[in-house]
């Protein structure tokens, strides 16, 4: 029994060595910020902005389901996670952090707060980006057009009463500014 179980062990190994993934080098823009960095073609976009401490871009689910992870790529909103991060080369990334600072909040980001449309805040960067976009693209939207545009978001805390309300009422406030020619 000695015998056959030391040269179990002494058997070698014919699985073949390890050899980490070939990294490929990227290059892009986040929030008009150039980013030249390297990554191995599987890995996620979500991913390479967080390890790149764009954490302003949330991993909810991974699976394309919730929306955290919304950013928009070239002015389309899309969901980092369904990414790969080689898909970003030469692309303008903007994360929610390219639409207003705390020091100088974008009014949708004023609206959320004066409405109350953010409670625990993990749905809140890829609501406001998602938001951003269907204003960019719908200034006045109507109440469904606005559910439309949250569709793929999802939101654990809100009941989404509140957010459609401050989508409205920053959708009333862009347009007055804009016709004050602000
Ligand atoms: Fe990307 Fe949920 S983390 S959709
Ligand atoms: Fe908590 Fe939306 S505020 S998930």
């Not at 008009?32 to 991993?59: C, I, M, W």
């Amino acid at each position: 029994m000695a015998t056959a179980s030391k040269s179990k062990r002494t058997k070698k190994s014919s699985a073949p060595a390890y050899v980490p993934p070939k990294k490929l080098p990227i290059s892009f823009t986040v929030n008009g910020q150039e980013v030249s960095t390297e990554a191995p073609a599987h890995t996620t976009l979500l991913y390479l902005l967080r390890d790149l401490g764009f954490t302003e871009v949330k991993n909810g689910c991974e699976a394309g389901d919730c929306g955290a992870c919304t950013i928009l790529l070239d002015g389309l909103a899309m969901n980092a996670c369904c990414a790969l991060g080689v898909q970003a080369e030469g692309r303008e990334i903007t994360t929610v952090k390219g639409i207003g600072t705390v020091d100088n909040l974008h009014p949708i980001q004023e609206k959320f707060i004066e409405h109350g449309a953010i409670q625990c805040g993990f749905c809140t960067p890829g609501m406001i980006v998602a938001a951003k976009e269907l204003l960019d693209n719908t200034p006045n939207p109507s109440r469904q057009e606005i559910k439309a545009g949250i569709a793929g978001n999802l939101c654990r805390c809100t009941g989404y009463v509140k957010i459609i309300d401050a989508i409205e009422a920053s959708a009333e406030e862009l347009s007055s500014k804009k016709g004050k020619g602000k």
